[in-house]
């Protein structure tokens, strides 16, 4: 059999750093709307947001709160927390690498990246029992951009 990509287009999300040499004082967070699969097939996104997978009418986002990020080396972090989706919460440790930051004409950004495995059983994600695999493999890339300090008052 083959395995198929999907992406989210539509998330958010806030990583807070208080101190770079205080990892654990930091958090991690993001919501994604359901609703924004996206496989390049429109006959299989429509499945994917029926009751037997994502259920976006009922549940239209699915989210991260971290509750501890600890340090695993010069670059590397493990972020646990609490990963909801169709309404059903798992505490689970998302491995993190820190990839640099720089500064542009856009801001200061800084990049980070990431790959785990959940179950989607484990979240009540059903549909296709028997044909599709129930581990789904996660990458994420995100390009932060670092909020301007709020100003004295």
């Not at 990892?23 to 993001?30: I, K, L, N, Q, T």
């Not at 909801?84 to 689970?92: E, M, P, S, W």
């Not at 801001?107 to 009540?124: E, L, M, P, V």
């Amino acid at each position: 059999m083959s395995r198929v990509s999907g992406k989210f287009d539509d998330f958010s999300g806030t990583i807070n750093i208080v101190d770079r040499a205080n990892a654990p004082a930091s958090s991690v967070e993001f919501t994604i709307k359901t609703t924004s699969i996206d496989t390049g097939n429109d006959s299989r996104d429509k499945d994917l947001r029926s009751d037997s997978y994502f259920g976006v009418e009922k549940f239209p986002t699915l989210s991260f709160v971290s509750t501890k990020v600890t340090p695993k080396g010069s670059n590397a972090f493990d972020v646990s927390g609490n990963l909801t989706i169709k309404g059903v919460t798992k505490a689970i440790t998302i491995p993190a690498t820190f990839l640099g930051e720089l500064k542009t004409q856009m801001g200061q950004r800084a990049g980070f990246r990431s790959a785990f495995t959940i179950k989607r059983s484990d979240y009540g994600v059903s549909g296709g029992a028997g044909i599709v695999g129930d581990d789904v493999n996660i990458t994420i890339r995100v390009e932060a951009v670092r909020e301007p300090a709020a100003a004295p008052k």
